[in-house]
Every structure is written in structure tokens, then in C-alpha cells.
């Protein structure tokens, strides 16, 4: 079936680096990508999001890019604080029955 | 303007027992999807509403069934609870419909003993 690959699991960085998280899915008609915040106890957050006709958004320290091509997309956050430690996922919108497929997760963990 | 609330948070059912969650959408906003997260599955599309309708359905059994009032809220019913449906069940509303801009709620977690 279809699905969506991400990583890392786990990413750990500097405060103030950036960091990188990357996603594959495998429906090449999928058109819409979707990036969440989980926090400990909380539901996921949306952060951003990016559709198939723009190759990158960006919303202050984040970003994200999508390689149609190859089909993938990537997270990208700069000069990271401490409250950007949390679990994040990346979802792709099935063009057969307009579900979202997510990746597994990134833990995310800034360190001081 | 009030996020999605859910209730409610934490939920201990013994098997075989039936169990309803509930979700109050954002203000507005017609489209509400509900998700079962799990450290194995990760997080899995239940079904989604819109004007008391469901439009969309994940690939969970018959037990797995919910319904919208005609204010939005939705509610999520399992009945004859099995171990395996220990999980976080997530509520999501959006304006937009479908899976785009959705808004969680922090979750129900339902422990089957």
C-alpha cells in the first residue's frame, strides 16, 4: 500500500543550528504535504504546509521543500530554541481517497 | 477563538465494554476527522463528518463507528473493546474540509484492560 518514509527518528542538535527532517512517499499523485508539532500531552500542530504547485513555503524559522520528481519533501528549521523539542510528522494527501498517510515521527531534541 | 476540546482526556474501559468519545470543533468549522494514534501504528484515519454526514472512512472494523450533531460536535463509539484498542484518539476540525488545515484537540486515552 501506499506509504510515507521519514526521518530520522531521532534528531538531535545544537540550540541555535538548524535542523533537517525528510520525508518519501510513494503516491505520485499526491498534492498536498502537511507538517505537525506533537508535544508531550497535546495533539498535533500544524505548522506548515505546502501543495504540489510551489516547490518551497517558508514561515519565519521554517520551511519546507517538496521534490516532486523524486517525491520528497523536507522540514527545515533554523536557529532552533528549546521549544522547538518535540516529536514532528510529515503526512501526504492519498489522491484516491483523500487520506492522510503520516510518517512515523521525529523526535526532535535541541540541546542547550 | 477556542481550540478543538475533547472529553474526555483519560479513559480506563475493561474488554468487551463499549465506550464514547466526544469533540467540540472550532467554532465554524463543519469538517471534523478522527485519528488513532499508537506508538505502533502511529497515527491512523478513523473517519471524517461533515453536516452530520460521513464523507471519508479509514480502514478500521465495524466497531469503530461515530456520528455529527447538527452544531458539529462529534462523538466516536467502540464497542466491544479489545486490548489492541488502547490508543490516543485524536479529533481534528478544519474549515477547509478533508485533511487540509486541520486542528487537533489533545486527545482521549482509552486504556482496555
Known amino acids: 500500500g501506499e506509504n510515507v518514509e521519514q526521518h530520522p527518528s531521532t534528531l538531535s542538535v545544537q540550540e541555535g543550528d538548524s535542523a533537517v527532517i525528510k520525508c518519501t512517499y510513494s503516491?505520485?499523485?499526491?498534492?498536498?504535504f502537511p507538517w505537525y508539532k506533537q508535544e508531550l500531552g497535546k495533539g498535533p500542530q500544524l505548522i506548515i504546509d505546502i501543495r504540489s504547485n510551489v516547490g518551497e513555503k517558508k514561515d519565519q524559522r521554517i520551511a519546507v521543500t517538496l521534490n516532486k520528481t523524486a517525491k520528497h519533501f523536507s522540514l527545515h528549521i533554523t536557529e532552533t530554541q528549546p521549544e522547538d523539542s518535540a516529536v514532528y510528522f510529515c503526512?501526504?494527501?492519498?489522491?484516491?481517497?483523500?487520506?492522510?498517510?503520516w510518517g512515523a515521527g521525529t523526535k526532535l531534541i535541541i540541546k542547550p | 477563538k477556542a481550540g478543538v476540546t475533547q472529553t474526555p482526556r483519560y479513559l480506563i474501559k475493561t474488554r468487551g465494554q463499549q465506550v464514547t468519545l466526544s469533540c467540540s470543533p472550532i467554532s465554524g468549522h463543519r469538517s471534523v476527522s478522527w485519528y488513532q494514534q499508537t506508538p505502533g501504528q502511529g497515527l491512523q484515519f478513523l473517519f471524517e463528518?461533515?453536516?452530520?454526514?460521513?464523507?471519508n472512512k479509514g480502514n478500521f472494523p465495524g466497531r469503530f463507528s461515530g456520528r455529527q450533531f447538527s452544531n458539529s460536535r462529534s462523538e466516536m463509539n467502540v464497542s466491544t473493546l479489545e486490548l489492541g484498542d488502547s490508543a490516543l484518539y485524536l479529533c481534528a476540525s478544519s474549515s477547509s474540509g478533508g485533511a487540509y488545515e486541520q486542528y487537533f484537540g489533545p486527545g482521549t486515552r482509552l486504556t482496555v484492560t
Open positions: 463528518y461533515f453536516s452530520e454526514t460521513q464523507r
Open positions: 503516491d505520485s499523485a499526491s498534492n498536498y
Open positions: 503526512a501526504a494527501l492519498l489522491d484516491s481517497n483523500y487520506q492522510l498517510i
